[in-house]
């Protein structure tokens, strides 16, 4: 099995320097420049296949401000949740290629969902083309605050005692938060019951409100109800500690070492779209991840480093890494999305 291209960088280290790799250049022909040169004339469109209030929502949001600057046309974002994230990227692997539609896909719609649908109804690397990938997201543990764990050992011993009367809730099944529980749940030979969503907003409603017990996301979504109290965070499933939550222990120290969680963003066009258009939005892309403005809301306010200097051809290269990653590991689970 390959080694996914992030573990080899010490997995998540969460910093903007583990994704700025050496520079790409990223070189455009005179007749590529001239063909994407009367691209974008009207507004473009980013689907995200999650509700609206997750971290690939939020993050969409905050690039496509920028990406709207930068290329003087409103982008839109277009929230179609369903099938954990499968439905939107369907879609857009079937609209047409005008170059006005794109999704912000993640590690869950491509990489894991090969090894989660016996009958995915998209091919990740041939109907999908693409782009640029955004942000890197690490992921941790959070438990609703009177559930009786304050560290990540005492919420062990309490799935042990209690086999199956714990639910978590993620943002669909296969999305990266389900199996990162999966993960955590055969790494402490626990049990507890699966509460798909249509993304991470509605699971956070339904943890503060008491309905489920825990969830996996990303630091961010976990920062503001954990410094109200609302939310116990017990783990980053990192090698560092987030900047964001710099309390919460990782795996390591908190006594589960291995236990290691991310997921990554990134847009993608249909297959038919001009290799022109992709390559100026992909350049747009890079420029806005280097905005400081948008560095610091994403970075520093959410704990989502964005990665830089990637061309769509080495994008390309990375998602058939990270599928030959990940579809072991998801087939050896045995967790299942249909």
Not at 137 to 145: D, L, T, Y
Not at 151 to 178: C, M, R, V
Not at 230 to 237: F, G, Q, Y
Request: net charge neutral; charged share 15%.
């Amino acid at each position: 099995m390959k080694t996914s291209p992030l573990c080899r960088r010490s997995l998540l280290a969460v910093t903007p320097a583990l994704l700025a790799a050496p520079a790409v250049p990223l070189v455009t022909s005179p007749a590529v420049a001239q063909e994407a040169a009367g691209w974008p004339n009207r507004p473009i469109r980013i689907v995200v296949p999650f509700a609206a209030g997750g971290a690939s929502d939020v993050s969409t949001r905050v690039l496509s401000q920028k990406l709207a600057e930068l290329l003087g046309q409103p982008v839109v974002v277009e929230n179609r949740p369903g099938a954990g994230g499968t439905t939107a990227t369907d879609y857009v692997a079937k609209a047409p290629g005008d170059g006005y539609t794109f999704i912000m896909a993640s590690v869950s719609t491509t990489a894991l969902a090969l090894g989660l649908y016996s009958k995915l109804p998209y091919d990740p690397v041939k109907d999908l083309a693409p782009v640029a990938p955004a942000v890197l997201a690490p992921i941790g543990i959070a438990v609703r605050k009177d559930l009786g764990a304050s560290t990540l050992q005492e919420f062990i011993a309490l799935l042990k005692a209690n086999p199956g009367k714990f639910t978590y809730g993620s943002a669909g099944n296969g999305s990266s938060g389900h199996i990162s529980c999966v993960a955590f749940l055969q790494k402490t030979g626990t049990q507890a019951i699966h509460v798909p969503y249509r993304g991470s907003g509605p699971v956070f409603n339904d943890l503060l409100a008491g309905h489920v017990d825990f969830t996996a996301d990303v630091p961010g979504l976990m920062k503001p109800h954990v410094e109200t109290g609302a939310l116990k965070a017990l783990v980053m499933a990192t090698e560092q500690r987030s900047s964001v939550l710099p309390e919460v222990p990782t795996s390591a120290e908190a006594g589960l070492p291995g236990y290691k969680a991310y997921s990554w963003f990134g847009l993608f066009a249909p297959p038919a779209t001009s290799p022109a258009v992709i390559d100026r939005l992909a350049k747009a892309v890079d420029t806005a991840l280097r905005d400081p403005h948008v560095i610091a809301r994403l970075d520093r306010d959410m704990g989502l480093p964005p990665f830089h200097d990637y061309t769509p051809a080495r994008f390309a290269t990375f998602l058939r890494e990270e599928i030959d990653y990940w579809v072991p590991i998801v087939k050896a689970s045995g967790a299942r999305a249909d």
